[in-house]
C-alpha cells in the first residue's frame, strides 16, 4: 500500500490541550512551523468541544489541569464514536510508571515526558499520523471487503428466492416492489415515537433484504396447487397454507449453523408469520395483535397491496384507489392499524414506487 508521507503535514489538523500558557504556545508555534494547522485550547472541557466542532487528525494532551484532567478528556474522546478514532499522544511532567500506565488504559496511544524536546515530539507525531493513516486505509479496505461479500451472499439470497417465484409466473416484479415497500413502510413507522428504540437504519436494511424470503416455503407445494388458474378447493388452500411453516423450518435449519443471526431471525419472522392477522385469524399460528413479529406485520401490508393491485388468471389488477379501500377495511383486523396509518400517509410515494417497478 503505497502512501506519500511528505503530504502528512498538509491540511493535518492537530488540537494541542495544556492549562500552562508557555507550554501551549510553544507546542503551538512548533507545529505551525512543521505545516500543521494547531489549534490550541487551555482545558479539558474546551479541549472537548473543539473535538466535537472540527474533528482534528490528532491530539496533544496534557494530564494535570484543573477540573477535567488529561485522563477523563481522553475517556470522554473514546465513548464518542466520531472522536474515539483520534489517536491521543499525552505529554505530561508526570513520569511514574503507573501513570504512563493509565494514559495507556485510558486509549491514549503514546507518552512524551516533560520537559520534552521537540524533535521528539515532531518524531512521534508524524509516526502516530502514518499509524492512523494506514489504520483507517486497512478498515476502509476491510469494510469495503466485508461490503462486497455481504451484498454477494445477498445477490444469492435473493437469487433463490426468485428461483422459487419463477414457479409462480404472474408475480412479475413482486419481489422487487416487496423490498421496496417493506423498507419504506419501516421508515415511515421509525417516525413515530414509540417505534424509534425499535427500527434503525439495519433493521430498516434487513427487511429489505430479508422481505424476498416471505414465500420460500412455495418451493414445497405441488404444480397442480400452486398454479391452479382458479380458486382453491378447502383442502388444496390447507395445503397452501403449509408454506408459511415449510419456510420458516428451511430457514430454522440454516440459523442452527448459523446462531445470533438477525437477518436469519427476521427472514424466518418474516416467513411463517406474515399471514398472521391483526385479529388472530390468520395462519399458521393464530398470533394476534403486537404477538406477531414487526417485520411480518409490515410484510402483510406490503404483500397485500402488491397481491390485489397485479393480475391474476383468477382476478382483474385492482386499481390504487381500490386497494387503498381494502387495506383501510381491514385495518384492525387483518392490518396493524398503526401501519396502515404509516401506509396512507405515504401511499401516493406507493403508488409511484409500484408503478415503476
Known amino acids: 500500500m503505497d502512501i506519500n508521507y511528505s503530504l502528512l503535514s498538509q491540511n493535518v489538523n492537530i488540537l494541542v490541550v495544556d492549562d500552562t500558557p508557555e507550554n501551549l504556545a510553544l507546542l503551538t508555534r512548533m507545529l505551525k512551523d512543521c505545516g500543521y494547522l494547531a489549534r490550541p485550547v487551555p482545558n479539558g472541557r474546551l479541549a472537548l468541544l473543539a473535538a466535537k466542532n472540527d474533528r482534528p487528525d490528532l491530539i496533544l494532551l496534557d494530564i494535570t489541569m484543573p477540573e477535567m484532567d488529561g485522563y477523563e478528556v481522553c475517556r470522554r474522546l473514546k ?137 420460500i416455503g412455495k418451493v414445497g407445494i405441488p404444480d397442480h396447487i400452486l398454479l391452479k388458474p382458479g380458486k382453491l378447493t378447502m383442502e388444496e388452500f390447507e395445503l397452501m397454507k ?62 397485500v397491496y402488491d397481491a390485489v393491485r397485479s393480475k391474476r388468471v383468477y382476478k382483474p389488477a385492482m386499481s390504487h384507489v381500490e386497494a387503498c379501500d381494502v387495506l383501510q377495511h381491514d385495518s384492525g383486523t387483518h392490518f396493524d392499524p398503526v401501519l396502515i396509518e404509516c401506509f396512507m400517509s405515504a401511499q401516493a410515494e406507493i403508488e409511484s414506487i409500484w408503478a415503476g417497478l
Not at 172 to 198: D, F, P, V
Not at 242 to 254: C, I, P, S
Not at 268 to 276: F, G, P, T, V
Not at 282 to 301: D, K
Request: net charge negative.
Open 242 to 303: 403449509t408454506h408459511a411453516t415449510l419456510g420458516a423450518e428451511t430457514l430454522e435449519k440454516v440459523e442452527s449453523r448459523f446462531p445470533n443471526n438477525s437477518f436469519l431471525r427476521m427472514g424466518i419472522d418474516i416467513a411463517r408469520s406474515h399471514h398472521e392477522k391483526w385479529n388472530g385469524q390468520g395462519y399458521p399460528q393464530g398470533a394476534n395483535g403486537e404477538n406477531i413479529p414487526l417485520s411480518a406485520r409490515i410484510m402483510a401490508v406490503a404483500d
Open 79 to 215: 465513548l464518542d464514536s466520531d472522536l474515539k478514532e483520534v489517536p491521543v499522544l499525552f505529554i505530561s511532567a508526570l513520569s511514574q510508571t503507573s501513570e504512563k500506565l493509565k494514559a495507556f488504559e485510558v486509549g491514549g496511544v503514546d507518552y512524551i515526558t516533560k520537559p520534552f524536546q521537540f524533535a521528539e515530539v515532531k518524531a512521534r507525531v508524524v509516526t502516530h499520523l502514518k499509524l492512523h493513516r494506514l489504520q483507517m486505509d486497512l478498515k476502509q479496505q476491510v469494510n469495503e471487503q466485508v461490503k462486497e461479500i455481504s451484498e454477494s451472499q445477498m445477490g444469492m439470497i435473493f437469487a433463490l428466492a426468485k428461483l422459487a417465484e419463477t414457479r409462480d409466473n404472474d408475480t412479475g416484479s413482486h419481489l422487487e416492489r416487496i423490498q421496496i415497500l417493506c423498507k419504506r413502510l419501516a421508515e415511515k413507522l421509525r417516525e413515530k415515537t414509540a417505534y424509534q428504540t425499535l427500527i434503525d437504519d439495519a433493521y430498516c436494511e434487513r427487511i429489505f433484504y430479508a422481505s424476498p424470503l416471505h414465500d
